[in-house]
């Protein structure tokens, strides 16, 4: 991963999105073979944590089906290659050998939300398939 996920400041009872093309997207580097073709598979969270006082606070997250996107130029600007991160996704490896995956989502935190920073784990797995 090159770059995480950053909603920024979100308030309480409100709906923060990350599109794919947003600078707070997460961002990943893949280089490989070109013409090789893979699967792209994300696990992804379902909420976000803050852990204080060992006391967790969650709210939810969400990916819609044009929440990530690829590129082989890292211009992070529109229009990218969109596909459903909630999905495996195959694809072949460019002619440069590059590819950039960039994702992002939905934060929902409820009116009762208390303020902090808010962390989950986001894994691109990359696997070659015939």
Not at 70 to 77: E, I, P, R, S
Request: proline residues 9%; hydrophobic residues 35%; glycine residues 10%.
């Amino acid at each position: 991963m090159l770059k995480g996920l950053d909603f920024g400041k979100v308030w309480a009872a409100s709906t923060d999105s990350v599109q794919p093309s947003d600078p707070g997207a997460a961002k990943f580097f893949i280089q490989g073979e070109k013409k090789t073709k893979i699967r792209l598979t994300f696990m992804l969270p379902s909420q976000l944590l803050l852990t204080r006082d060992g006391v967790t606070e969650r709210h939810p997250i969400t990916f819609s089906a044009t929440s990530a996107g690829w590129d082989q130029n890292d211009t992070g600007k529109s229009p990218r290659n969109l596909f459903d991160p909630n999905q495996p996704y195959d694809m072949s490896i460019p002619g440069d050998g590059k590819v950039y995956v960039w994702i992002g989502g939905m934060s929902q935190p409820p009116s009762t939300q208390k303020p902090g920073r808010y962390e989950a784990q986001i894994t691109l797995v990359v696997t070659p398939i015939q």
